[in-house]
């Protein structure tokens, strides 16, 4: 029995982690399965929110790849440049920027955002996701992950390394629970 019992918390823990694995091994020692079931149910609405946002990030680099931003010449371009370049309201543009979507700077003498390249770049990346439907939220995600990859091939490496993950954090939840169901009928066999 206590073979079992570790051999399920191990296969657990490589899946969920090691509190969960912990707050599921002591449930299941005090027979309150309904609450081992809820945090295993838990780590799999935590990996489903995480594929989907995988997902979502990888949906947005597809679309980036076939339509990329135009660079800009000179100096930094004011909102109101910015807005006309991309057929927009200034007031867009501004909204994006509270949600992080884009980052301009401002003039050290007149107080304006001016636009560099990199925020032209993600101002044109938000404009192309939001017409294909993407949430700004999703538009904001994708951004995140693009500036702390260093670029889109980056971007795709990083990815390409999150399916990986995904794919065998999947297959380690599968192993625990094969684990755990043995345990259980152990116990409850005796």
């Known amino acids: 029995m206590h073979a079992a019992a570790l051999d399920a918390f191990v296969a657990l823990r490589r899946g969920h982690g090691y509190t969960p ?13 309904a609450s081992a079931y809820r945090t295993i149910d838990a780590g799999h609405a935590a ?19 076939t339509a990329a931003p135009r660079p800009i ?10 807005a006309r370049r991309l057929d927009l309201h200034p007031a867009t543009l501004r909204a994006w920027e509270a949600e992080g979507i884009v980052r301009p700077t401002r003039s050290p003498t007149t107080g304006y955002r001016e636009y560099d390249a990199e925020a032209v770049r993600d101002a044109e990346i938000a404009r192309q996701l939001r017409r ?27 990815l390409d390394a999150w399916q990986t993950r995904l794919t065998a954090r999947s297959h380690d939840f599968l192993v625990g629970a094969a684990r755990l169901d043995a345990y259980l009928r152990l116990r409850d066999h005796r």
């Open 21 to 33: 694995a912990v707050e599921i091994m002591r449930a299941v020692h005090a027979r309150d399965d």
């Open 47 to 65: 990996l489903h929110t995480e594929r989907r946002t995988y997902s979502d990030t990888a949906d947005a680099l597809e679309y980036l790849s």
């Open 73 to 82: 010449e000179g100096r930094p371009m004011t909102v109101g440049e910015l």
């Open 132 to 158: 294909g439907d993407y949430r700004l939220s999703q538009v904001a995600d994708f951004l995140t992950s693009l500036r702390g990859a260093g670029g889109v091939d980056a971007l795709r490496s990083f």
